[in-house]
């Protein structure tokens, strides 16, 4: 398996203001993903992250809204920028272990948004 | 492109019974297939995986899948329910355009005593 760690484990915002997540894992990894789980939901991809080249988007999320950073092969950051309610969520990251074919996830951040 | 469908949004079964919970695939290659749990308020942890190796996958808390391609399904069972069962199961194919999994919607079971 896999230790993945996430900060904050949850907050409540305001509307208009910014929340920065920080995923550290416990061994170096080329590929990370960030999804949002909205309310009652399924997982969606918001983006991949590797290190080293601006992070790939799914269709519906733009890089204003969702700036990823991925300084380095443990660490990567999501911003939810100008927050609304709509953006209450839980918000996952996860690694890809290519070589065993699993992908473990974080305990994942619960975002209100007010 | 690959998807999942979970039948059933909500399965009950009372302790001690059968756990069957259904997922059919789309895919047009070969499917890596997933099932994860989903305790409240905690993240998802990996049950089993099939990737074209034996077609019965054992997992973990007694839970097993069987790949069965002429129906283009990946259910999950367990023979007896625990009440520590009673949690969100989602199923997974590898497909995404970056690699990702694509998640079905879920099935919440419940556990009766």
């Known amino acids: 398996s896999a230790v993945i760690s996430q900060k904050p484990s949850r907050d409540i915002c305001q509307r208009g203001t910014s929340l920065t997540i920080q995923c550290q894992v416990d061994?170096?990894?080329?590929?990370m993903f960030w999804y949002r789980q909205q309310p009652g939901q399924s997982l969606t991809l918001i983006a991949t992250a590797n290190q080293g080249s601006e992070a790939t988007y799914e269709s519906g999320f733009v890089i204003d809204k969702f700036p990823i950073s991925r300084p380095n092969l443990t660490f990567s950051t999501l911003t939810v920028s100008n927050m609304s309610p709509e953006d209450s969520s839980i918000y996952l990251c996860?690694?890809?272990?290519?070589?065993?074919?699993?992908?473990?996830f974080g305990p994942g951040t619960r975002l209100t948004v007010l | 492109a690959q998807s999942v469908t979970q039948l059933g949004s909500h399965v009950s079964v009372s302790e001690g019974a059968l756990v069957l919970l259904r997922c059919n695939y789309s895919?047009?290659?070969?499917?890596?297939l997933f099932w994860y749990v989903q305790y409240p308020n905690q993240g998802l942890q990996l049950l089993l995986k099939?990737?074209?190796?034996?077609?019965l996958v054992k997992g973990i808390n007694g839970f097993e899948a069987e790949f069965k391609k002429s129906e283009t399904s990946f259910h999950l069972t367990k023979p007896s329910a625990h009440m520590s069962d009673a949690a969100e199961y989602f199923c997974?194919?590898?497909?995404?355009?970056?690699?990702?999994?694509?998640f079905g919607k879920g099935t919440k079971l419940s556990v009766k005593p």
């Open positions: 996860s690694l890809d272990r290519v070589f065993t074919n699993e992908q473990f």
């Open positions: 099939y990737t074209s190796a034996a077609t």
């Open positions: 997974a194919v590898r497909g995404g355009s970056q690699g990702n999994l694509i």
């Open positions: 895919s047009s290659v070969p499917p890596y």
């Open positions: 061994s170096q990894v080329t590929m």
